[in-house]
């Protein structure tokens, strides 16, 4: 069984920032590529931003220049820091991680409970 556990989501002011956890526990052999996506109302759930097992990342130009996102491996979490937070930036933000198990042999992905991001005045 794989765990992901999100944390750090709120309610922030236009321009505001916060900073997003995703702690992956369980019965982990290694984990792959690991990602934040987020779901709007009304549309469609989008890639915020992905990082590779290597630390390539990679951010929609919607994000870019205002989102971070990093991971650390020793402690299999992936984080994202949001600055300069804008009213469209509301959403629920899920965290992915592809995930090899000691019970599977390939990489499988995993989805985190998700946590509602508001940005509002």
């Known amino acids: 069984q794989v765990q992901l556990v999100e944390s750090g989501g709120g309610l922030v002011q236009p321009g505001g920032s916060l900073r997003l956890s995703c702690a992956a526990s369980?019965?982990?052999?290694?984990?792959?590529?690991m990602g934040w996506y987020r779901q709007a109302p009304g549309k469609q759930r989008e890639l915020v931003a992905g990082?590779?097992?290597?630390?390539?990342?990679d951010y929609p130009d919607s994000v870019k220049g205002r989102f971070t996102i990093s991971r650390d491996n020793a402690k299999n979490t992936v984080y994202l820091q949001m600055n300069s937070l804008k009213p469209e930036d509301t959403a629920v933000y899920h965290c992915?991680?592809?995930?090899?198990?000691?019970?599977?042999?390939?990489?499988?992905?995993?989805w985190g409970q998700g946590t509602q991001v508001t940005v509002s005045s």
């Open positions: 992915n991680a592809q995930v090899r198990t000691y019970y599977r042999n390939t990489y499988m992905p995993y």
């Open positions: 369980g019965s982990i052999r290694s984990i792959g590529a």
């Open positions: 990082i590779s097992s290597a630390g390539n990342t």
